[in-house]
C-alpha cells in the first residue's frame, strides 16, 4: 500500500482554523506564526493585538509581541512588550535576554547591561548572554569588566571566535595591544579568513602605531574584500599618519563617495583639510557631520577652530559655546582665550 503523504497546511488553512476556533489561544497563535513565516509582520501584529483584548492576563501574548518587534527591528516597541512581561513576574532567561537585545537596539546599553545580567542569573551556563553582555560593556566604556568576563570564560571556550575577538577589542580598548594581537592571532587558526578578524588585526595594528603593518592590512583587506568605506577610511588615517596627506585624502573622498554619511570619514577628512588651509571645505565636512552627530564635541571644536582660521569669530564663538555648555575643555579654554584677546 503506498505511503500517504500528509500535506502542508496553508496560510488560509491556519486563517479558516483561527476563524474556527476564536476562543482556542494555540490556534490563534499558530496563525500568528504563519503570518509571520509569509512575511506579513502587520498582519501578525494585528492578530496578537485582537488577542490581548480576548486574553487579557496572556502573558505569552506580550512575549509574542516583543519576539515579534525584535525580529522587525522595531526595537522600542520590543522593549516595552518585554518590560511588561518582566513585569508580569514573566521572568525567563529567554524574556531577559531578548530584553537585553532590544534595549542595546534602542540605545538604551545601561539597561541592556542589566537586562544580560538578569538573564545570566537565570541561566548561568549561557554563553551568548554573557557575550553580549562583554559587548554591551566594551561599548559603554567599561572595557575592564568586559575582560573579566571574557577572560573567566576563555578556558571553557578557547575555540570560540566571537570570545576571542571580543576579548582582543577590549585588550585593544585597554591600549594593551600585546594581548590583543595573542587573541586575535588565536581567533585566526580557527577562522582564518573572517573578515571581521582581520579587519580587527588592521585596526590594532592601526592603535599600535605599527603603521607599515597597518597599512600592509589594510592593503589585504581591500585587495580581498572590495572597498568597504571602513577600510578605506582607516587605510586613509594610516596614510596621514604617515604623512602620506595627498593619499590619505583620496582615500576619505573614495570612502564618502560609496558612503556619504560616513561620519568619520568625513570627520578625519575636515581635519586633514583644515590643517592644510582648506578651511571652506573643512567647514562643510564639520558642518554635514554635526547633522547627523550635533553633541559631538570634537566636531564641535574643530567647527570653531575653522572658523577663526577663516576669520569669522562670531561663528567661532557659537560653535565653541556648545562645545563649551557640553564640557569640553579645550573649547572653554579657548574661548577663555577670545575673550581676553577682545579686551
Same mark, same amino acid.
Given at each position: 500500500m503506498p505511503e500517504r503523504r500528509t500535506k502542508k497546511p496553508e496560510l488560509i488553512d491556519f486563517i479558516c482554523a483561527a476563524e474556527n476556533n476564536p476562543g482556542d489561544f494555540k490556534t490563534r497563535m499558530e496563525l500568528v506564526g504563519a503570518y509571520q513565516n509569509h512575511g506579513q509582520a502587520d498582519r501578525a501584529m494585528k492578530e496578537l493585538e485582537g488577542m490581548a483584548e480576548e486574553f487579557p492576563r496572556e502573558p505569552r501574548l506580550l512575549i509574542a509581541r516583543g519576539n515579534l518587534c525584535l525580529r522587525n527591528r522595531k526595537w522600542g516597541e520590543a522593549v516595552n512588550a518585554y518590560e511588561a512581561a518582566v513585569k508580569g513576574n514573566v521572568q525567563t532567561h529567554e524574556v531577559c535576554h531578548n530584553l537585553g537585545i532590544a534595549c542595546r537596539g534602542a540605545g538604551q546599553n545601561e539597561n541592556a547591561a542589566k537586562a544580560f545580567s538578569a538573564a545570566i542569573m537565570l541561566k548561568p551556563d549561557s554563553l551568548e548572554s554573557h557575550l553580549c553582555l562583554a559587548s554591551v560593556l566594551l561599548e559603554t566604556g567599561k572595557s575592564e569588566e568586559s575582560v573579566?568576563?571574557?577572560?573567566?570564560?576563555?578556558?571553557?571556550?578557547?575555540?570560540?571566535?566571537? /570570545? !576571542?575577538? #571580543?576579548? *582582543?577589542?577590549?585588550?585593544?580598548?585597554? $591600549?594593551?595591544?600585546?594581548? =590583543?594581537?595573542?587573541?586575535? +592571532?588565536?581567533?585566526?587558526?580557527?577562522?582564518?579568513?573572517?573578515?571581521? /578578524? !582581520?579587519? #580587527?588585526? *588592521?585596526?590594532?595594528?592601526?592603535?599600535? $602605531?605599527?603603521?607599515?603593518? =597597518?597599512?600592509?592590512?589594510? +592593503?589585504?583587506?581591500?585587495?580581498k574584500f572590495g572597498e568597504a568605506p571602513l577600510f578605506l577610511c582607516n587605510r586613509g588615517l594610516v596614510r596621514e599618519t604617515m604623512g602620506d596627506r595627498q593619499a590619505a585624502l583620496r582615500d576619505y573622498d573614495r570612502s564618502?563617495?560609496?558612503?556619504?554619511?560616513?561620519?568619520?570619514?568625513?570627520?578625519?577628512?575636515?581635519?586633514?583639510?583644515?590643517?592644510?588651509?582648506?578651511?571652506?571645505?573643512?567647514?562643510?565636512?564639520?558642518?554635514e557631520a554635526l547633522k547627523a552627530q550635533p553633541e559631538n564635541t570634537l566636531l564641535l571644536h574643530n567647527l570653531g577652530v575653522a572658523f577663526i582660521k577663516r576669520g569669522d569669530f562670531d561663528k567661532a564663538k557659537i560653535s565653541l559655546k556648545k562645545a563649551c555648555r557640553l564640557k569640553n575643555k579645550p573649547s572653554c579654554d579657548l574661548l577663555r582665550k577670545m575673550s581676553q584677546q577682545e579686551k
Amino acid at each position: 500500500m503506498p505511503e500517504r503523504r500528509t500535506k502542508k497546511p496553508e496560510l488560509i488553512d491556519f486563517i479558516c482554523a483561527a476563524e474556527n476556533n476564536p476562543g482556542d489561544f494555540k490556534t490563534r497563535m499558530e496563525l500568528v506564526g504563519a503570518y509571520q513565516n509569509h512575511g506579513q509582520a502587520d498582519r501578525a501584529m494585528k492578530e496578537l493585538e485582537g488577542m490581548a483584548e480576548e486574553f487579557p492576563r496572556e502573558p505569552r501574548l506580550l512575549i509574542a509581541r516583543g519576539n515579534l518587534c525584535l525580529r522587525n527591528r522595531k526595537w522600542g516597541e520590543a522593549v516595552n512588550a518585554y518590560e511588561a512581561a518582566v513585569k508580569g513576574n514573566v521572568q525567563t532567561h529567554e524574556v531577559c535576554h531578548n530584553l537585553g537585545i532590544a534595549c542595546r537596539g534602542a540605545g538604551q546599553n545601561e539597561n541592556a547591561a542589566k537586562a544580560f545580567s538578569a538573564a545570566i542569573m537565570l541561566k548561568p551556563d549561557s554563553l551568548e548572554s554573557h557575550l553580549c553582555l562583554a559587548s554591551v560593556l566594551l561599548e559603554t566604556g567599561k572595557s575592564e569588566e568586559s575582560v573579566g568576563i571574557l577572560e573567566g570564560l576563555r578556558p571553557q571556550h578557547c575555540a570560540n571566535v566571537h /570570545l !576571542l575577538q #571580543l576579548l *582582543a577589542a577590549a585588550c585593544g580598548k585597554k $591600549n594593551d595591544y600585546f594581548k =590583543a594581537m595573542i587573541y586575535i +592571532e588565536e581567533a585566526l587558526k580557527q577562522a582564518p579568513e573572517d573578515r571581521n /578578524l !582581520l579587519a #580587527l588585526k *588592521a585596526e590594532v595594528l592601526l592603535q599600535a $602605531n605599527r603603521l607599515e603593518e =597597518a597599512a600592509a592590512e589594510y +592593503e589585504r583587506l581591500i585587495e580581498k574584500f572590495g572597498e568597504a568605506p571602513l577600510f578605506l577610511c582607516n587605510r586613509g588615517l594610516v596614510r596621514e599618519t604617515m604623512g602620506d596627506r595627498q593619499a590619505a585624502l583620496r582615500d576619505y573622498d573614495r570612502s564618502l563617495e560609496i558612503d556619504p554619511d560616513n561620519i568619520i570619514a568625513r570627520t578625519n577628512r575636515g581635519m586633514l583639510l583644515a590643517g592644510t588651509g582648506a578651511t571652506g571645505r573643512a567647514i562643510n565636512d564639520f558642518e554635514e557631520a554635526l547633522k547627523a552627530q550635533p553633541e559631538n564635541t570634537l566636531l564641535l571644536h574643530n567647527l570653531g577652530v575653522a572658523f577663526i582660521k577663516r576669520g569669522d569669530f562670531d561663528k567661532a564663538k557659537i560653535s565653541l559655546k556648545k562645545a563649551c555648555r557640553l564640557k569640553n575643555k579645550p573649547s572653554c579654554d579657548l574661548l577663555r582665550k577670545m575673550s581676553q584677546q577682545e579686551k
